[in-house]
T-cell receptor, first 113, second 108 residues
């Protein structure tokens, strides 16, 4: 059955390194969301795309984070340079515009040492 | 701005009924969603209420009162596998704003 996929599932990196996370939304979905989840902050929205256009990235630290959708089948989230406080689980979700149901991927667990 | 309040944790025994409450303050309101997340897993959609009243889906029901800015998720005939975190969420401008989540522990 259709599902959102994310790679890598786990990433351990050193402070200062670049991290790239990838997401393949469900075919036909036209909205894509990036979330970060930590124990302290819960689920935070980082970025939101509709029809590949970025609509809201107000939750994202602009100096080090960037989100793009090079095509309808790929969304990327980059952190450069990474810092220990970026350690979290990053989820990608997709959906259909106008629907209130979002489908989440399995997440990327990022550890920055 | 918007905020959602839900209890941080709830404990119940197998076979019992549990209610997880959510109160919200939002600028513009369209409905209330509920998501379930098992430890180490991804959030999964449970329900959405746009109108007042109770929506039932098997053992799970969700209730909304727009006048009280309040909703709840009701889980009946609790099973061990229901141990998870439950999040309420409201749509805002095409995106979802999530509450902090309620961790439900089901004991034998």
């Amino acid at each position: 059955d259709a599902r959102v996929t994310q790679t890598p599932r786990d990433k351990v990196t050193e402070m200062g390194q670049e991290v790239t996370m990838r997401c393949q939304p469900i075919l036909g979905h036209n909205t894509v969301f990036w979330y970060r989840q930590t124990m302290m902050q819960g689920l935070e929205l980082l970025a939101y795309f509709r029809n590949r256009a970025p609509l809201d990235d107000s939750g994202m630290p602009k100096d080090r984070f960037s989100a793009e959708m090079p095509d309808a089948t790929l969304a990327t989230l980059k952190i450069q340079p990474s810092e220990p406080r970026d350690s979290a689980v990053y989820f990608c979700a997709s959906g259909l515009d106008g629907s209130y149901e979002q489908y989440f991927g399995p997440g990327t667990r990022l550890t920055v040492t | 701005g918007q905020s959602l309040e839900q209890p941080s944790e709830v404990t119940a025994v197998e076979g019992a009924i549990v209610q997880i409450n959510c109160t919200y303050q939002t600028s513009g309101f369209y409905g209330l969603s509920w998501y379930q997340q098992h430890d180490g897993g991804a959030p999964t959609f449970l329900s959405y209420n746009a109108l007042d009243g109770l929506e039932e889906t098997g053992r799970f029901s969700s209730f909304l009162s727009r006048s009280d800015s309040y909703g709840y998720l009701l889980l009946q005939e609790l099973q061990m596998k229901d141990s998870a975190s439950y999040f309420c969420a409201v749509p805002q401008g095409g995106k979802l704003i999530f509450g902090q989540g309620t961790e439900l522990s089901v004991k034998p």
